[in-house]
């Protein structure tokens, strides 16, 4: 078994703003994980900080491949991480900046190219010798920055084929690696062991307890996820009592004692599927005997929710592209292998 390395596009990152400054200091990157069709491979997930992350290399052999480590992220199409060449405002992180100079394999994508007009983002062509630009947004990110591929090594395992652009969008991941499925199951925070990250064949979950929903295709968020928020905090008060004061970056908190009464917490998705969040996943000790939801309401996310990684601890999650389903079962992280 050895590390998958495949020829993917590398979106080299020139600055960052976001309102969450103190939550991404130390961010090294960041990464879409998916996997080659007819191959398996397993990444181990790591807890850093606020986030949970997988390491990877770009570069070859000769010289060396340079170390990255990247948020694992599933809401977003675009693979970048902070390049030396071209970092003007970047955020501070522990490994070094990606010195494209120092990697033979490395080649700026110039503009005009079938790559560079296929990024699904703003380009600029007007600087730097003719090299792609690009200006992207989500929910949380806004890069700019240069477009480029090089070798990136992940994980260990097979790869049958050669990656190739091929799935919903060609910049994302899960298109460069020709991926048909992958899952992934998140251990908590503070158990001491690696998450894992299970790409192509190795894909799969147990059986016996699982539940299913079809992806979600309408073009329009659903208006009705603020006043869904609004709900949750009013049943969440009538189980528990009444509240403590808020604290920083969460506005529903409790006294400790109260958040024994709380109940699990139960998401109905299309179909019926069901996933039962227990309390320990959406209620968190913020100190001062106070427990706080630890669900915040997205004002300005366009109506788009995110059910964060907390509320995901202990559930192995499938997502099938071919079948375009999402599949999850309960199960033991931390013994995963």
């Known amino acids: 078994m050895g590390r998958l390395a495949a020829t993917l596009l590398v979106l080299c990152f020139m600055s960052l703003t976001t309102a969450a400054h103190d939550l991404w200091r130390g961010v090294l990157g960041r990464l879409l994980a998916y996997a080659p069709a007819g191959g398996g491979v397993t990444v181990p997930i790591h807890w850093s900080q606020a986030f949970y992350t997988v390491n990877f290399t770009i570069g070859t052999l000769a010289p060396p491949p340079q170390p990255v480590s990247a948020v ?35 080649r700026p994508e110039p ?3 079938a790559l560079c007009e296929s990024i699904p983002t703003r380009r600029n062509c007007s600087s730097d010798g003719g090299v792609c630009g690009y200006e992207a947004s989500t929910l949380l990110w806004d890069t700019t920055g240069r477009v480029g591929t090089d ?22 991941l899960v298109a460069q690696m020709n991926a048909t499925a992958f899952s992934y199951c998140l251990a908590p925070p503070d158990a001491g062991k690696s998450s894992r990250l299970f790409i192509g064949a190795t894909a799969k979950l147990a059986g016996g307890g699982s539940a299913t929903t079809p992806f979600f295709k309408e073009s329009s968020p659903n208006s009705g996820l ?42 109905t998705f299309h179909g019926g599927a069901a996933m039962t969040v227990p309390v320990s996943s959406y209620l968190f000790d913020a100190g001062n005997d106070t427990v706080c939801l630890a669900i915040v309401n997205l ?3 366009d109506g788009l929710s995110i059910l964060g990684s907390l509320q995901q601890v202990n559930i192995h ?3 099938d592209l071919e079948k375009e389903t999402l599949s999850f079962e309960h199960a033991d992280c931390s013994a995963l292998s």
């Open 151 to 172: 070798t990136v090594a992940i994980g260990t395992g097979t790869a049958r084929r050669r990656a190739s652009p091929s799935g919903r969008t060609k910049q994302s």
């Open 111 to 113: 503009c005009g190219t």
């Open 317 to 319: 999650f499938l997502f």
């Open 299 to 301: 004002t300005e996310s």
């Open 226 to 267: 603020n006043r869904s928020y609004v709900d949750l905090k009013k049943a969440l008060t009538a189980a528990v009592g009444a509240p403590a004061p808020a604290q920083p970056n969460y506005d529903l908190c409790f006294p400790k004692a109260g958040g024994s009464k709380a109940p699990d917490l139960v998401f």
């Open 72 to 106: 694992v992220d599933v809401g977003g199409e675009l693979v970048w991480t902070q390049c030396s060449r071209y970092c003007h405002r970047c955020f501070k992180q522990d490994l070094p900046l990606f010195d494209t100079n120092a990697s033979s394999t490395f």
